[in-house]
């Protein structure tokens, strides 16, 4: 869950009471949640956080299919009001929450900074994403060191016959969503032989150095009062929180190893360096106390259960350390 700041603004403060009610159907390790756990910091909103298990298909049941029928996180509810999609969601926060101090992430509209976030934006969101990712992962030569432990990687390839078989069982089991489900069974079908496909991977890999050419270029214009600025703007916008979030994957699949050989794309480099100073960068990566980056693939219930079993294992030697220690003296 966020943690507030305790020297919050009164305007800051207001939101944060409209904000009371924000809860975030999300998952740690997904992509686009990331996404709208970093506008929710840099706009310090106060949410909470309602864990999804995507490993073990929790988003194909039918509580879940009801607030999104698309079966994905991240999913905002704000009261009554439900918002899929991280782009809607961070577009409502923007909207909603936006009054006095409370800071924005959109420059003005109409601005050139403006114009600048949202082609940006767009050229940054449409990256396939999801392509790359299990791409490298089915692919590994296709990229540099993975920052994911061989058993880790297993677990990701292993994820698709996973919910293969999930949904399978559900359109027996919850026969008035079979259509859902089988739309989800074609989409996993159709991804499974893009990504297995290593010449649909390289495009899709073209596809985001394209992108980050064009971050390059804009950065590279930044001079004299601009050097200090933001991707498009001085402060730090929705395009920025896209590009952070691209980097982030882009260097856990080693994929930064081969974009940044050489020295290349130095600008980029500085930057990202730059934006992993900010608050927001920080407690969007330490969610779930940390636990998320140090067992990136294991799913909740897992990863509270190594958890106890490794402060078990101190305890433990530490007791007999002190058995031992006092049956010495
Ligand atoms: N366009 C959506 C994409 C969301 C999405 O693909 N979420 C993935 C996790 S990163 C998901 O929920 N996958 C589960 C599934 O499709 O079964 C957004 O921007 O929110």
Redesign the pocket.
């Known amino acids: 869950m966020a943690g507030l700041q305790t020297t919050v603004s009164s305007d800051v403060k207001k939101a944060n009471e409209n904000g009371n009610g924000l809860i975030l159907y999300q ?1 740690y390790q ?4 990331l996404k709208v756990v970093f506008a929710l910091h840099e706009k310090k909103l106060k949410f909470k956080s309602h864990i999804v298990d ?1 490993f073990r298909g929790e ?2 049941e039918p509580w879940f299919l009801k607030l999104n029928p698309k ?4 999913v905002l509810k704000d009261g009554v009001k439900i918002i ?4 809607r969601i961070i577009d409502y926060i923007e909207d909603n929450f936006s009054n006095g101090d409370v800071p924005r992430l959109i420059p003005e509209k109409g601005s050139p900074e403006y114009q600048n976030m949202e082609r940006m934006r767009d050229l940054l969101d449409n990256v396939p994403i ?1 392509l790359v990712t299990y791409g490298c992962i089915f692919n590994p030569s296709l990229t540099g060191k993975m920052k994911l432990t061989s058993q880790e990687i297993k677990i990701r390839q292993g994820v698709f016959t996973a ?1 293969e078989n999930i949904l399978t069982d559900l359109c027996e089991k919850n026969r008035e969503f079979k259509d859902h489900y089988l739309v ?1 069974k074609n ?1 996993l079908a159709r991804l499974t032989t893009l990504i297995t496909d290593e010449n649909e991977v390289e495009k899709g890999i073209l596809d985001v150095e394209y992108a980050l050419n064009e971050v390059e270029k804009a950065l590279v214009s930044h001079e004299g009062d601009k050097k200090k600025w933001w991707l498009c703007s001085e402060k730090f916008t929705i395009a920025d929180i896209s590009l952070c979030i691209l980097l982030t994957r882009l260097q856990m699949l080693g994929l930064t190893d081969k974009f940044f050989k050489d020295n290349n794309l130095p600008n980029i480099q500085d930057y990202f360096k730059r934006a992993q100073q900010r608050d927001s960068f920080k407690k969007t990566m330490n969610q779930g106390d940390g636990i998320v980056n140090k067992f990136s693939s294991l799913d909740t219930k897992e990863q509270v259960f190594v958890t106890v079993g490794s402060v078990a294992i101190v305890l433990a030697a530490a007791g007999i350390a002190t058995f031992l220690i006092t049956r010495n003296k």
């Not at 997904?30 to 949640?33: H, L, N, T, V």
């Not at 079966?71 to 991240?74: G, K, L, S, T």
């Not at 899929?84 to 782009?87: F, L």
């Open positions: 998952n997904s992509y686009f949640c995507l988003q194909f079966c994905e996180v991240p899929p999609d991280s782009r999801q919910q989800k989409n």
